[in-house]
């Protein structure tokens, strides 16, 4: 059996994040919620995937920006029509790449920064441990 991941986060900029993860990323609104006590949110990802993202608000609560530079998501996409694709749907969508932080991800990746300050890396490559 495989587990299941949720990386939760909250954030000042909830309907940003949606159009970043959403609208650029490709993600999939799996659920949402609001004023469930205290807080709205939001579940993305892909439905047959292990993973998925929750990006919470709690209003009157401020959160801030990400830490550093090098808080990243990484997602490997080896084949090249589907790495293309995901970098031009993130630029149609508003979203410019970034240097990153560490050049590694550079060489065969391309990194957007999220509306908190998160950066999201596409690497053309396969996964390898």
Do not use: C
């Amino acid at each position: 059996m495989v587990p299941k991941l949720r990386v939760a986060r909250p954030t000042d900029n909830l309907p940003e994040l949606l159009r970043f993860y959403r609208d650029g990323l490709g993600l999939v609104e799996l659920a949402s919620f609001t004023a469930h006590n205290g807080f709205d949110g939001v579940m993305l990802g892909h439905p047959q995937a292990p993973y998925h993202l929750e990006f919470t608000h709690q209003p009157g609560h401020h959160v801030g920006r990400a830490p550093t530079s090098d808080h990243l998501l990484v997602f490997y996409l080896p084949n090249l029509p589907d790495w293309q694709a995901a970098t031009q749907r993130m630029e149609a969508a508003g979203f410019k790449p970034v240097p990153a932080y560490n050049p590694y991800w550079d060489q065969h990746g391309t990194t957007f920064e999220d509306p908190d300050g998160y950066r999201v890396v596409l690497q053309h490559a396969a996964w390898k441990l």
